[in-house]
């Protein structure tokens, strides 16, 4: 029979709707239930397309007995992270807190009947093992312990408390300066990977923040060196593991260090923000090995992962239970394949050997697809198709069909990035931005997230506000309609009333005030992000949006400066105030001609406006410096700045 969970929309919150755990979600319900029968509180928070949730609900959730002592003695909440970033933001703190160390998913939070957190934990096997105590045997100990003597629960809940109530923010500043330049290209040299790119250990994520800041970097310096860390990684992640190379799409992240075995969860934030560094790659580069890059991750988004124009936040690592399965091969379908599409013996073997296909296999005693030397098969096409018409009688692995705005928004502000490019995607990038706008923009109200075709009710969130605004400055930027520029700034305003206060942003200010990072972590800081939409605001429209955003950099510079890897959003946001936006103005027929022009420039920051005005003008923060009647005169002009 199935729990509460049955009547909810959210996808992950689906999955457990048949376990015997007596699941509420997040609710008043739950927690006037816990206050009335003065039992602890057993909160997991994880997500649709998390392959230790799935592991942790079939060892753990749909076991009968744990079910049974979890219903007896707790009242157990489930929250769908993606759809409560709030929630988890505030309790991912607590297991930081508690365990010095990050955390993950499933999030694993014992609370008194009050909220107040006690025990925090991740993946928790059903028996002891990894040096883990067992889950049974943990909520035993804590039954007990509550029963026996609760008041030292509840003074060590109170004492984490105090803990979490928010702290007064730095009381001192440092100067930001073009010194951060050198200092982020050396700890970027420090942490860098140089044969397999990227820049940590496994496992390994694509830090995109990082990759876009060096593009910067290498334009503003003239150096090389910030370039080729950027290019090195993006050449090795496209070599096939963390990127499919048969459907497209990246996962989330890689289990080792060369980009092979991911957990293979595609989501749209990771495949949006991918999608603008390889376009930025070519737009540095003009090797259109990076544009073939981003518009197969836009082929695979809209093929896969879109809806009405609005795309979907992910798909799945599991299929039927086990994790890869859609996605690997065995040795011997493939050759078989290919002998039956027309391949002969060598030609078959030597296809293999290029692609990594061994009878081995590289994951599992099966082979995920990878093109070690990046060539450019002249039978690639014709294998692809062979591969993908293997995987199509497989069952594909399961869409979370949410619709959040910031995911969404970082991939249409790639659409239009594109679109700067080959104007064919223009049309996409303005319907999925006005199909967006439609769905989650009700009145003077922005919601974060929802289930396609149905009606948000959950507002946004600050990344919501931040990644929405910086899709449509692009919009602004690529097709010069100050509809899309007005837009943002009126959301930036919404955004400033509700989350600002004294230089620090919050993330959200419900019932758990959250400050919002301001390290990129799976994603950009909203806070950074809303900051750079700031700086673009004060150069187009109005300069007190600037000190806004020099006042979150202030507040927050001894972080950027000391571990500016970490801060790479704000840093890119710190030089765009140090070194100044540069603005140029035209009739909008001669600014759309100037585009490409300006695209060789290797200053990053320059920002179009159009005007009455014939010639091109051509402004920093202070005045006009340059009246230019050609595009010649134009570039000579930004060369000499």
């Not at 927690?31 to 799935?54: D, Q, T, V």
């Not at 079939?58 to 079910?67: D, G, P, R, T």
């Not at 025990?119 to 093992?129: D, L, M, N, Q, S």
């Not at 919009?475 to 919404?494: C, F, G, I, P, V």
């Amino acid at each position: 029979m199935p729990n509460r969970l049955d009547h909810e929309d959210s996808p992950y919150l689906q999955q457990h709707a048949n376990n015997p755990v007596d699941w509420y979600p997040w609710c008043d319900e739950a927690f006037e239930k816990a206050k009335r029968e003065n039992k602890p509180i057993f909160l997991s928070i994880g997500y649709s397309s998390c392959h230790w949730c799935h592991v942790m609900e079939h060892e753990v959730f749909e076991n009968e007995k744990i079910a049974d002592y979890l219903n007896r003695h707790f009242v157990s909440i489930k929250v769908d992270r993606e759809e409560r970033p709030d929630i988890d933001k505030h309790f991912q703190a607590v297991h930081q807190l508690l365990n010095q160390r990050p955390g993950g998913w499933p999030a694993s939070i014992f609370l008194t009947p009050d909220l107040k957190p006690f025990f925090a934990g991740t993946y928790i096997p059903p028996e002891r093992k990894y040096n883990m105590m067992g889950f049974l045997e943990l909520i035993t100990v804590i039954h007990e312990k509550w029963s026996e003597a609760p008041e030292s629960i509840v003074k060590n809940a109170d004492e984490i408390q105090r803990y979490l109530e928010p702290k007064e923010g730095p009381i001192k500043a440092t100067k930001l300066d073009l010194s951060l330049i050198d200092r982020t290209i050396e700890q970027a040299n420090d942490s860098f990977d140089p044969v397999w790119g990227g820049f940590s250990k496994a496992p390994k994520f694509p830090h995109t923040s990082t990759i876009d800041l060096l593009f910067d970097l290498h334009r503003l310096s003239g150096k090389n060196e910030p370039l080729e860390m950027a290019t090195h990684t993006l050449k090795n992640m496209a070599k096939g593991g963390i990127y499919d190379l048969v459907d497209g799409g990246f996962c989330r992240y890689s289990t080792d260090d060369m980009w092979l075995v991911p957990h293979f969860e595609k989501m749209t934030y990771d495949n949006g923000l991918l999608c603008e560094s390889y376009l930025r790659a070519y737009q540095t580069t003009k090797d259109p090995f990076y544009l073939n890059m981003a518009e197969d991750i836009i082929d695979f988004m809209k093929e896969k992962m879109m809806e009405n124009s609005l795309f979907y936040s992910a798909s799945d690592a599991d299929t039927e239970g086990e994790e890869g399965k859609y996605f690997i091969y065995t040795y011997d379908e493939i050759v078989h394949a290919l002998r039956e599409n027309g391949f002969d013996e060598p030609e078959a073997m030597a296809i293999c050997k290029a692609l990594s296909i061994t009878p081995q296999g590289n994951f599992e005693g099966k082979n995920i697809i990878r093109n070690e030397r990046l060539a450019d098969y002249p039978w690639w096409p014709k294998v692809r198709r062979i591969l993908r018409i293997l995987r199509a009688p497989r069952t594909y692995p399961f869409i979370d069909k949410k619709v959040i705005t910031s995911w969404n928004a970082m991939m249409i502000k790639s659409l239009f990035i594109a679109a700067d490019i080959d104007d064919r995607h223009l049309g996409d990038a303005i319907g999925s931005m006005n199909a967006l706008l439609e769905l989650m923009q009700k009145g003077d109200t922005l919601y974060h997230s929802v289930l396609i075709h149905k009606t948000p009710t959950i507002e946004a969130f600050l990344e919501d506000y931040a990644y929405l605004c910086d899709a449509l400055l692009q919009a602004y930027h690529t097709t010069l309609d100050e509809t899309w520029l007005l837009k943002a700034q009126k959301l930036a305003e919404h955004a400033v009333d509700r989350f600002y206060e004294n230089g620090e942003w919050y993330f959200s200010r419900n019932e758990f005030p959250t400050v919002a990072d301001i390290s990129d972590t799976s994603y950009p800081s909203s806070a950074a992000v809303m900051t750079k939409v700031l700086l673009t605001l004060g150069s187009l429209l109005e300069p007190r949006y600037r000190e806004i955003a020099f006042k979150t950099m202030e507040y927050n510079s001894i972080k950027i400066v000391k571990y500016p890897l970490w801060h790479a959003t704000f840093v890119t946001a710190a030089l765009r105030y140090i070194k100044e936006d540069i603005v140029v103005k035209s009739l909008p027929n001669r600014l759309m001609d100037a585009k490409t022009a300006l695209q060789d420039i290797s200053y990053p920051y320059i920002l179009l406006k159009p005007e009455i005005e014939p010639d091109y003008m051509v402004c920093n923060q202070h005045s006009c410096f340059a009246n230019c009647k050609s595009m010649e005169e134009l570039k000579e002009a930004l060369k000499r700045f």
